[in-house]
């Protein structure tokens, strides 16, 4: 149904909490999924926490970015899926997040093309929980929150954190209204750990409240640092009864919005419903995927763009024909279930297509023509006498083993056979 992003501020409020708390209490409907998406640049923090190190640390966003450069980025993501629906039925999925920050600037020319690809999940049946952490709405990854239908932000009510998370709001409702889909996508979720309400915070921040969880940390730890999300206390516990309810608030909101932007969307709607959608993989994979081995490299699709329109410049000159070809720039592919074309710089020509270098010419035989300053000399000299015995240039040496053809035989000589010698090196003919 939509792409929903949680964003957090300084002071640690909890946004994976939320993501989390959201992801186990989305209200689907039979036949749909939901994906959590681990987006903090800072690294992610399920496998260790709620997942308790259970699985491996091999599965995960940093796998992406190998994906993506080979043109396979929508059927690795399939690959780096893990189940944590309690019931085991692959409804509640979760894509793990880096393993080191260090990781994130290797991902700078992944996040566009990756949002694209889980927009075109809809279809499908899926939606998308973005954990964009701290940092996650700026920098190279401010295109996650851009592209969003609504951005959650986690907000404790107490004066430190609402101090904290002015700026950062103010910033990013700028950044969404010039470059997203406008500041309305903007709302509030509020950890109640504070003595303000809700309706104060909300003027005060000039941003609606999508939902209102309570400070319950004890409840809070399972999903933080692991426990059994099947009991029926947690299950029934105050923080998931509102975090269901601020489910049900936000897919209000989106379907607000989209009436809203329906006719702004509605190309880019059919273009993304067009293909086909995959058999999802299996949400935890027995081995990994091998990126060691080498596979098709290049953009996969039409690699030849339409000619741009345009005036016609047959009137001038040709005298430089390559240089007046002009050089169209492709034309960007709906993002769906199919490998995206991204170009984000040159591209390489395909195998096969790329000009090949001219043959060496052949290596000069017996018969090779004569030095051209011999005719010149003859010319110059028409009465010169040759000397005696004087022979031609000679051609190609014989090897060793092999006789001379001017070579006269000496009487009573025995034939020589050559035989080899240990460690001699043969030359190659």
Not at 32 to 52: K, M, N, Q, T
């Amino acid at each position: 149904m939509a792409v929903i992003a949680v964003v957090g501020a300084p002071g640690a409020p909890g946004a994976t909490t939320t993501a989390l708390a959201l992801l186990l209490a989305w209200p689907l409907q039979p036949g749909r999924r939901i994906l959590l998406v681990e987006c903090d640049p800072d690294g992610g923090a399920v496998l260790a926490g709620a997942l308790e190190g259970r699985v491996e640390a091999v599965y995960g966003l940093r796998n992406l970015a190998v994906a993506d450069r080979r043109g396979l980025l929508a059927q690795g993501l399939w690959e780096q899926l893990i189940d944590i629906s309690p019931d085991g039925n692959a409804e509640r999925l979760l894509l793990p997040g880096l393993t080191d920050p260090v990781q994130a600037p290797g991902l700078a020319y992944t996040w566009e093309p990756l949002v694209e690809v889980l927009r075109g999940l809809e279809p499908q049946g899926y939606d998308v929980i973005l954990d964009l952490g701290r940092s996650g709405a700026t920098g190279t990854s401010a295109v996650l929150a851009r592209r969003a239908d609504v951005v959650a932000a986690t907000v404790r009510t107490t004066l430190r954190g609402l101090s904290a998370v002015r700026p950062r709001l103010a910033a990013l409702a700028e950044d969404l209204a010039t470059a997203g889909t406008g500041s309305d996508a903007l709302g509030l979720l509020l950890i109640t750990e504070g003595p303000y309400s809700g309706a104060e915070v909300s003027r005060e921040l000039g941003l609606p409240v999508l939902g209102t969880l309570p400070h319950a940390q004890r409840t809070a730890r399972v999903l933080s640092d692991g426990g059994d999300v099947t009991d029926r206390r947690f299950i029934r516990s105050e923080l998931m009864r509102t975090a269901r309810s601020a489910a049900d608030e936000i897919q209000l909101t989106v379907r607000r919005r989209r009436q809203r932007l329906a006719p702004a969307q509605a190309q880019p709607a059919q273009l993304t419903a067009t293909p086909p959608a995959p058999a999802p993989g299996p949400a935890a994979p027995a081995a990994g995927y091998d990126y060691t081995h080498p596979g098709p490299v290049g953009p996969v699709g039409p690699t030849q763009p339409a000619p741009p329109s345009g005036p016609s410049y047959q009137q001038q000159p040709q005298q430089q024909p390559q240089q007046q070809q002009s050089h169209p720039q492709p034309q960007q592919q709906p993002y769906g279930p199919v490998p995206p074309v991204i170009t984000t710089g040159p591209v390489a020509p395909l195998a096969g297509l790329a000009p090949q270098p001219a043959a060496p010419a052949p290596f000069p035989g017996h018969g090779a023509p004569p030095h051209p300053g011999a005719d010149a000399a003859a010319q110059r000299y028409p009465n010169a006498q040759s000397y005696p015995n004087a022979q031609s240039y000679p051609g190609p040496q014989p090897y060793p083993g092999q006789p001379h053809p001017n070579a006269q035989p000496y009487p009573n000589a025995q034939p020589h056979h050559h035989e080899p010698v240990d460690g001699e090196v043969l030359r190659a003919r």
